[in-house]
Nanobody, 121 residues
Framework: QVQVVDSGGGLVQAGGSLRLSCAAT????????MRWYRQAPGKQRELVAA???????DYADSVKARFTVSRDNAKNAVNLQMSSLRVEDTAVYYC???????????????WGQGTQVTVSS
């Protein structure tokens, strides 16, 4: 079983920065793409950033040039550095990890519990 724990949220003023962290623990074999999602009140959960096991990244248009996703494969960890934060970035941020027991086998997605990010004006 894989557990995912995300952390690092908090309250910050607009223009400020925060760093979110996420680590997968438990019985781990192969971690594939790691993603950050967010969900604001009354809105659907949306993909913010993703990083493959090879380090290829992808971002939502709304966060490009402001957020940076990185990972430490040795620690099964992924981080999200958020800069130039805006009020509209306020949301619960969730870490998502793809895992498979066999490298080319079926993958299961695991979610963190979420961490609140609040950006004040």
């Amino acid at each position: 079983q894989v557990q995912v724990v995300d952390s690092g949220g908090g309250l910050v003023q607009a223009g400020g920065s925060l760093r979110l962290s996420c680590a997968a623990t438990g019985t781990i074999f192969n971690i594939h793409t790691m993603r950050w999602y967010r969900q604001a009140p009354g809105k659907q959960r949306e993909l913010v950033a993703a990083i493959t096991s090879g380090g290829i990244t992808d971002y939502a248009d709304s966060v490009k040039a402001r957020f940076t996703v990185s990972r430490d494969n040795a620690k099964n960890a992924v981080n999200l550095q958020m800069s130039s934060l805006r009020v509209e970035d306020t949301a619960v941020y969730y870490c998502n990890v793809e895992h498979s027991p066999v490298k080319w086998g079926p993958r299961t997605q695991y979610w963190g519990q979420g961490t609140q990010v609040t950006v004040s004006s």
